[in-house]
C-alpha cells in the first residue's frame, strides 16, 4: 500500500486546521501513514536541529542518514518533536534530500509540530522539490535569490558571487556594495570542495551554499556545507610529491600539538603551513577566509571538519565525540563588515 | 616602446579559480595568465618596458587565482624576470601585492 507522502503537500499543513476531539482508533491518514513508515528507516532527527548549536546530534543524525544513503534504504525524517530548527539543519536537508533523490532512493517524512518551523523548511522549498523527480546533476538552485536560496554545484563558479553580493548588500546597506572578502570566501570553499572532498579526483563532490536575509537585523548568514571527506581526511591522503605528505610528523617535530583542535587552529592561523611547507601560507586555502574574518570583512565564522569545531570569530576549538564526513561552514555578512562602493 | 597596462576587469569582473577544469564558470587564472598576461609579457620581454597589472574593478579574488597567474608565470620565466617586468596596481586591496610578489618568490 502506497501512503500518503506529507512532503508531497506543496503548500502549508496548518492552514485552516481544525481542533477535532483525539478519535479512539487510528484515522485514515494514521494507518496509511504508518503503513508508509514501516517500508522506510526511521530516523528522528535532533530535537534542537542545528548543526551550529547542536553539532554532535546533528552529526549523528547525518552519519545515520549516510548509513541509509549507501545501503540505499528508504528514509523517513521524523521531524515533529523538533523545537528548535536553523539554516543549518535546512541546508543539511535539502542536500540530503537532493542526494537521496538523485540516487532515485525514496526519502520521506513529516513536519515539525511547531508552526513557526515547519514554515521555515516551506519557506526554503524544501517540500516542493521533495515532490518532483530529481536528476544526478551538476547544479541545483532552489529557493529565491532574495531571501532562502541555496545553489548547489560540483564545480567553482565565480559568477555566483556576483548576484549573491548584490542581494546580500540590498539587504545590509540598502544599495549594491563590493564585499571582496565575500567573494574570497565563497571561492576558497568552492575551490577546497572541488579539488579536495575527493580523494579520487576533482569536481566529484556537490558543495552546497544556503544564503538567508535577515532584514530586520540587516544581515545575511551564508551556509556552506559538502560531504567530502573533510579536511583532516584530505591532509592524511595526501601524494609522496605533495608539499603536504608527512605535515603531521613535521609539525610535531617542530612544534608541540595535541589533538585535532589544536591544530586547526594552527592551520587557520598559517602556523602549519609555515611549518610545514616553510614558506608564509599569504592567504591561501582556509587561513585565507580565517584573514577575511581578522580583516572584518566577514562576521561570525565557524568552521565544522570531521571531529573538529571551531568558532573561530571567538577563538574556540573543541574536538568533537562524532565525526563528520565533510566539512560545514558559516559566517555572516552584517552592517559593521568592510565593504566599498559598488564596482560598476 | 610604451610602458603596457593589462587590466583585470577586461578579462573578467568575477576572476574565479586555478585550472580550466575547475569550472565553466571559474574564470580562472589559467585562462587569464595564457590568453591576456602571457601574449602582453611576451611582448615586453625583449625591450625595456614594464607590464602594468592592474587588479581593481573587480569582485574580488581567490588565492588560488592570483598564484597560477602570477606563480605561473614566474614557473615559465624565472621569478627574476617576472619580478622585474611586472608592476601591480592595487588601490581597492593594497595587501593583495605583498601576497602575489610572495607567490613569484616562491614558484
Partial sequence: MRGKNLFKQDFNPYKNKIKKPKPRYRTKEEIVDDESKKRYTIIAAPDNFSFVENPEETIVFINNLEKCYLTRERVYVN????????????????????SFKARNIKFNGNFPKNENLAQMLIDSEFFKFLSRQITDKLEYTVGKANQIFTRANKEVNSELGLPVMIE?????????????GLQRTLLELMQNTNNHASINQKGEKHWWLSINH???????????????????????NKPTDNKWYGWFEKLTDKLFVGENNDIFKLLLEGEMHLTVTGQHFRGKGLPGIKQVLDRN?????????NNVSADVADNKYLRLKNQFSGTFVTWELNESNVNAPWIM | MDNVTV???????????????????????????DNFLEPAFKNILETNSKLTVNLDGTIGYGTSWLEEVFGGLARRYGNDIVL????????EEPYLIDDILDYIKNA
Fill in chain 1, 79 to 98: 521531524l515533529q518533536n523538533v523545537t528548535a530548527l536553523d539554516y543549518s539543519a535546512v541546508t543539511v536537508l535539502l542536500s540530503v534530500m537532493f
Fill in chain 1, 168 to 180: 546580500a548588500s540590498r539587504t545590509i546597506w540598502g544599495k549594491e556594495r563590493t564585499c571582496k
Fill in chain 1, 214 to 236: 535577515d532584514r530586520t537585523h540587516k544581515k545575511v548568514t551564508f551556509i556552506f556545507v559538502d560531504y567530502g571527506v573533510g579536511i583532516f581526511e584530505s591532509l592524511k
Fill in chain 1, 297 to 305: 570583512q566577514i562576521s561570525n565564522l565557524k568552521i565544522i571538519s
Fill in chain 2, 7 to 33: 587590466l583585470v576587469k577586461d578579462f573578467s569582473i568575477t576572476p574565479g579559480s586555478r585550472e580550466l577544469d575547475e569550472g565553466k564558470r571559474a574564470h580562472t587564472g589559467e585562462d587569464f595568465r
Fill in chain 2, 84 to 91: 622585474s617586468k611586472l608592476n601591480f596596481i592595487s588601490e
